[in-house]
């Protein structure tokens, strides 16, 4: 089998890392790829959000299957494109794909399913917002309601913060306060069936302590040693199954990956956001855990076979990556600087890369997210041990890295 991803951060990388390992697959492409991607798969240069590239790209390679890593190019219909020339594509429509692109389309279907999420108010003028802010109350949550790569998001308890930033969007929504833990839940959908991957955490905050800055997320682990018993079937049940019903009805059916983003409340499960694609990092660990040869359950996405493949098998033990950021990221990351110390030498540990280029053959820094270092072990504990030993042995001027990630979960 032949696959093309689309896509250049750490999420194409472990997707092209995975299909690479699937002894069905004979060729992986990935446009347009990074550094490290290039030592998994063949790289060609495409603008991702242009459909008509995409596909005569894909009809130039003959694949058998196109994977859509990020948003932009779902949002923009890039799977439409694809579909409409006959190309097998693992992402869902555009249509479907505003389930992340407007908070206010997903508000929407989640209340038309009865999906437990936050309450939320629609607000486009300031008098409207701040009424939003009070009936609410501390802690504000303020969302812009277009694609923000994750930084569209502000949690305060200041107010004329929250204010600020509703100004500054053309539209927000503006929603309860979520208390609890938060989980990542992947349910891969053909449009009729979907199948639950291992849950994962996610560390969204730059610094240590949950501290700083909204990013893309800092680093992840699988699974979740103290997720409550019956958790993922409680999500498929509650949230994944009738969002894909209430999709359907509307003539919108979702294949692809439907990302649940979730808070477990002292009321259960409710939805913070739903996304449209695989996570980044999340999908680092979680593919890395997965033992069922990736490119046939993807393609079973694809084509409408998701009720006939065979159960998942997931390997023992547990998965965690370290991001390691650009000096600076999120806010504006420096660019340009060579990266040494790769590949890391410890055992069960790997780099994958996120933001990466090749400058006269060294790999140099290009993006906010530079590598995910994942770790691998017996369990939590063991994993994140050997996925900090190799952060250690990496050197890029100015960057950093939070170093808790999967610590609470590690505890004996
Ligand atoms: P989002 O882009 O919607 O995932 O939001 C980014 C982050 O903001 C989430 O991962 C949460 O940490 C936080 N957040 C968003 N919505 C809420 C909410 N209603 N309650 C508590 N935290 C939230
Ligand atoms: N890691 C969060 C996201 O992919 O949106």
Redesign the pocket.
Known sequence: MRVLVIGSGGREHALCRSLRLDPAVSEVHCAPGNAGIAEDATLHPVVPTDGAAVTSLALRLGVDLVVVGPEAPLVAGVADALRAAGVACFGPSGQAAAIEGS?AFAKDVMTAAGVPT?RAYTCVTEEEAAAALDAFGP?Y?V?DDGL?A?K??V?TDARDEALDHARACERVVI?????GP?VSLFALCDGETAVALQPAQ?F??AYDGDKGP?TGGMGAYTPLPWAPEGLTEQVMARIVRPTMAELNRRGMPYVGVLYA?L?LTADGPRV??FNARFGDPETQVVLDRLETPLAGLLLACATGGLAGHPPLRWREGAAVTVVVAAENYPADPVKGDPIAGLPVEVEGAYVLHAGTALDDNRVVSSGGRVLDVVGTGADVAEARARAYEAVGQITLRGSHHRTDIALAASAP
Not at 175 to 179: A, G, P, S, T
């Open positions: 908070k936050a802690p949550v969302k923000a994750g569209g998001v949690v929603e309860e306060y979520l208390d938060e996610d969204k905050r909204n983003g808070a913070i956001e």
